[in-house]
């Protein structure tokens, strides 16, 4: 067997309404006061009432920020920072979306340490530790919650990370109830998101390890047979409780097996174009694989039917190519665009982006297939 680390959120707490217990949780570490992190939309909507009631019950003061903002700006995390240290707090917790859940570790690290959040872009950086944290994702998507990284959009718009096992929270929260009624197309961009971290982990050139496959396979098991419940039926809490599920394995499974390609190309969109995480996954994954078959269609193939299970039988390139062809179905299915030229992008912004994904390395050294300027420009061109 080949060596391998694997690291993990310590604990994983899921059950309905489990949110309520974050205050128990956040007592029992001796916590007094607690920045929550969140946004306007998840406090309006009511879907952060248990955590804060349960907070309250537990004698646990809350100092909350709810301005965080898609793909989050370095400015704003820096901005909380100083907020969060003003109010004297030591803990941290965070119900919403990705974007919150990065935006909450980074915090918890940055209230910890003199260490500039320049100097921690980057693997294995950041020096010290972090507060108390726990994590309760609002999306089954971006599996934020048990993977040690933040992803941090710099005044140049391009995206960088900070990974580090210090961003791994204490406590995953999977709460079915703070996903129900999620629009469908979030609903499904953040699903596909969750697809593209169990794939490109099971097809990761570096690090891959027989843990992190067996995660991902079970989380493509999950996403695959519930995705279309969940987006159809909003009110179906076990499809919910699966999808999250299955977001978080898949979590775990890349935070081992890292990402790749995909990510690579999809950051860009994200950073130039302000398209949502898992939309811009959705958009490039067929393309991206369609040039990684060369050297993945086993891996495809060994997926394929996981995913769509009419594909059971067929032969390996018979599963690959019908797994590339059923992602581009997947999306425009689930009410999603698929096209960069409905989110805005032209023909004159692709060498732009071209040149923002080959900026990053830390992703695209991960692909099975050596990426090029020259093969980004014609994913991007085919996917236009």
């Known amino acids: 067997m ?8 310590r604990s994983v707490l899921s059950d309905v309404g489990a949110t309520s217990k974050i205050g128990e949780i956040m007592a029992a570490r001796g916590c007094r006061k607690i920045a929550f992190v969140t ?3 998840i406090l309006k909507l009511g879907l952060a009432d248990a955590a804060l009631d349960g907070l309250k019950k537990a004698g646990v003061d809350v100092w909350t920020f709810s ?3 898609p793909d989050p700006p370095e400015a704003m995390i820096l901005e909380a920072k ?7 707090v030591d803990g941290v917790v965070s119900v919403g979306g990705g974007s919150s859940l990065d935006t909450a570790k980074l915090i918890a690290i940055l209230l910890n340490t003199d260490q500039p959040i320049a100097d921690m872009y980057g693997v294995n950086l950041v020096r010290g530790e972090r507060l108390p944290l726990v994590l309760a994702p609002t999306t089954a998507g971006t599996g934020s919650e048990v993977t040690p990284i933040s992803i941090v959009t710099t005044g140049t718009n391009e995206k960088k990370g900070v990974v580090a096992p210090q961003l791994l929270p204490d406590y995953a929260i999977l709460d079915a109830e ?13 699903g596909i998101d969750a697809m593209v971290h169990a794939i490109e982990a099971f097809t990761s050139k570096r690090l891959k390890n027989v843990v992190s496959d067996c995660l991902a396979k079970q989380a493509l098991e999950l996403l695959g047979a519930n995705i279309r419940a969940a987006c159809h039926t909003p009110e179906d809490r076990k499809a919910r409780g699966d999808m999250l599920l299955g977001s978080m394995l898949a979590g775990m499974a890349f935070a081992n097996a890292p990402v790749a390609a995909v990510h690579a190309l999809a950051y860009p969109l994200g950073g130039h174009f302000h398209v949502p995480h898992g939309l811009s996954n959705a958009l490039v994954l067929p393309y991206v694989m369609e040039f990684n078959m060369p050297q993945a269609q086993s891996m495809y193939a060994e997926l394929a039917p996981i995913i ?11 599963c690959a190519q019908g797994l590339v062809e059923n992602f581009h179905k997947l999306g425009p299915e689930l009410g999603m665009q698929s096209r960069l030229a409905e989110v805005g992008v032209s023909h004159n912004n692709l060498p732009t982006l071209a040149v923002d994904a080959m900026k990053q390395e830390r992703l695209l050294i991960n692909n099975p297939r050596e990426m090029t300027y020259d093969a980004a420009l014609d994913i991007y061109t085919k996917a236009l």
Do not use: C, H, M
């Not at 080949?2 to 959120?9: D, G, K, L, Y």
């Not at 100083?82 to 004297?88: L, N, T, V, W």
């Not at 703070?178 to 953040?190: E, H, R, S």
């Open 67 to 69: 301005d965080v903002q």
């Open 2 to 9: 080949n060596a391998f680390a694997f690291q993990t959120t």
């Open 178 to 190: 703070l996903t129900v009624g999620l629009p469908a197309p979030v609903t499904a961009a953040t």
């Open 82 to 88: 100083e907020q969060a240290r003003a109010e004297g």
């Open 308 to 318: 769509f299970p009419d594909l059971a039988g067929k032969s390996e390139q018979a």
């Open 39 to 41: 946004d306007d939309i």
